[in-house]
Every structure is written in C-alpha cells, then in structure tokens.
C-alpha cells in the first residue's frame, strides 16, 4: 500500500490558484479578439444599412423631380398629384416600382397620421418597394412644403418648394434616422 501512496509526490502538478490564474489570462487573451470581432461586425452592418438609407432618400428625391418634368411636359401643374398628397405634417411615400393606371408612372400615396408603411425588399428582383417582398425595417416620409417668398405670388401658384425626405431604420434595438431636403423650382 505504501508503493501505491509514494507514485503521487506532492509537489507535483498544478495547483488550484495556478490553474485560475491561467484559466483567466486565456479568457483575457480570448475576450479581446471576440470583441474586436463584434464590434467590426456591427460597423459594417451599420455601414450597409447606411448605405441603404442613401440610395432610398436619392431614389425619393429622383421620383419626386421626374414626377415635377413629367406634369411639366404634359402640360398640367407641375406639383399635381406631388403636394396635395405629401404636404405637410403627415408626408407620403413613394413607390418607384408601382404601377398607376395602365401606364408605368410609379405611385405617390398620402401616409396615414404621418405614419409610412416599412419598405420591403424582394429577394428575387433584389428592389425594394412595397408592393411585394419581406420587411426590410426601412421607413421612408416625403414632406412637400411650399416656399414663399415674402409675398403670395400673383397667381396664387407657388414657383418654389421644399421636399424632405425621412429615412428610418431598426439596427440593433435602436432606430437610426436622418432627414435630407433639397428645394424644387417651377422651371418653365
């Protein structure tokens, strides 16, 4: 029995003090790499996201001014159909893929209390809109504001106005924005 007592020697092996010193500079050596993941994985979502946002609000603003060139060409008003239903508080949304009538013109529709529906993105034709597709968590707002220019003009007609586009979207349990406005001329 003592041959059997004498094959363990104290002294020999780790004890349990080492073995938590060096169980916490693994975990210090591992956290640092992980975090630094983590937090390059979000940037770049945040980036993209961004990125996003940017081509919607360029893409509202485009609508809009083809919108205003067309009315012009056709020689109707050059807000109709623009400011009665994005004016504001409450905005409107556009809808570049949509379908007016028999024609392809695209579609402007009033938002309802200011709120506008989530744009969708539809994995097959890779558009966004709102017709068909998943949620993609974007929302977007047209504001149409006449500008005055200290005096009613004559004819009662503005020749000026302002459209600012709100975009918004969820990220991470947060809800990031940003508001773009640009100003349209009658240029006729």
Request: proline share 4%.
């Amino acid at each position: 029995m003592k041959k059997f007592f004498k094959k363990f020697k104290t002294g020999e092996g780790f004890s349990i003090l080492e073995t938590l010193i060096a169980i916490t500079i693994l975990i210090a050596a591992l956290t640092g790499p992980l975090a630094l993941a983590s937090q390059s994985i979000r940037s770049a979502y945040r980036a993209r996201n961004e990125t996003i946002a940017t081509y919607l609000t360029a893409e509202a603003f485009e609508f809009i001014r083809n919108k205003r060139d067309t009315n012009t060409f056709q020689g109707v008003d050059w807000m109709t159909g623009i400011s009665n239903l994005c004016a504001p508080p409450d905005g409107c949304y556009v809808d570049s893929y949509g379908n007016e009538g028999s024609s392809y013109q695209g579609i402007i529709t009033s938002c309802t209390s200011g709120n506008c529906p989530e744009i969708k993105w539809d994995a097959s034709s890779g558009l966004y809109g709102y017709s068909s597709g998943e949620n993609s968590g974007f929302k977007r707002k047209v504001v149409v504001t006449n500008i005055a220019d200290h005096t009613s003009p004559p004819d009662g007609l503005f020749d000026e106005v302002k459209v600012e586009v709100t975009i918004s979207w969820t990220e991470f349990l947060q809800t990031p924005s940003f508001t773009v406005q640009t100003n349209l001329f009658k240029w006729h």
